[in-house]
């Protein structure tokens, strides 16, 4: 599947396992990773849990095989989530994996910077959320600066994995330095940022690890390597105790 390229729902009473995989770089050379990271993330979800390519949408920022009507922007990502959790029904898995810029405003609320620059309306996004369906084994992951102002529109429903735990760290900070010593690679535009390598990582140790084993894990490396954000996971008890990406099989 190309690039920007949805092939369409598929029309099945079976679960489903989809996915929303957002990388943005802003034209910025050094945000290359972003892309690295959603490439990545794609490649575990189909060969590692059987997530259908067709039911993965893959959103880059790139000139290369453009065909989505206009700019990354923050609506075009909220109704690209939308659709996709409004065709949701329990019992399949969601996934909403974003990397990029974020920029947490206490007032408006407002998270995810599309490629326009502008922000995401997290009251619009907060709506969505609660529209999820019961038994429908979501889950958010951010891997972004400031991704710890989505901890204030948290829902039940998710599971939320974000880089940081608080809305004060930045990028500045060393979120996107390099994590030496795991497996040797380096630098981030070829192996992606730290929360996603460590996040995969310790996947592919481990298919069947839980969610709250692989925050601890996560966690731990990042105080190892001297990284200064504490990763965060926000689910109920049931939910921390399930396995990463397969909460109701």
Same mark, same amino acid.
């Given at each position: ?8 729902? +598929? ?10 995989? +957002?990388?943005?770089?802003? $034209? ?13 993330? $794609? ?83 907060? $709506? ?8 429908? =084994? ?73 969610? $709250? ?13 001297? +990284?200064?954000?504490?990763? =965060? ?17």
């Amino acid at each position: 599947m190309s690039e920007h390229q949805s092939q369409g729902p +598929v029309l099945s009473t079976s679960p489903r396992k989809r996915a929303l995989l +957002v990388g943005l770089k802003y $034209q910025r050379p050094l945000m290359d990773f972003t892309h690295v990271n959603c490439k990545r993330m $794609q490649e575990c979800l189909v060969k590692r849990f059987g997530f259908p390519e067709e039911d993965l949408y893959l959103m880059l920022d790139t000139n290369l095989n453009y065909t989505l009507p206009g700019p990354i922007d923050s609506d075009l990502i909220l109704d690209k989530l939308y659709d996709l959790i409004k065709s949701s029904k329990s019992g399949d898995s969601l996934v909403f994996y974003f990397s990029g810029l974020t920029d947490f405003n206490p007032e408006n609320k407002r998270f995810i910077v599309g490629a326009d620059h502008r922000a995401l309306d997290g009251e619009v996004l907060s $709506q969505h959320l609660k529209k999820i369906p019961t038994g429908c =084994a979501a889950m958010f992951i951010i891997d972004a600066p400031y991704g710890g102002g989505f901890i204030e529109i948290f829902s039940k429903e998710i599971v939320l994995f974000t880089s940081s735990r608080t809305d004060e760290d930045h990028i500045s900070s060393g979120s996107y330095g390099s994590l030496r010593n795991l497996r040797g690679r380096n630098p981030i535009s070829e192996s992606g940022s730290n929360f996603t390598r460590c996040f995969l990582h310790f996947i592919e140790e481990n298919n069947d690890i839980l969610n $709250q084993d692989l925050i601890d894990k996560i966690s731990l490396k990042f105080r190892q390597c001297g +990284v200064v954000h504490t990763p =965060a996971l926000l689910c109920t008890k049931e939910k921390a105790k399930s396995k990463v990406f397969r909460c109701y099989e």
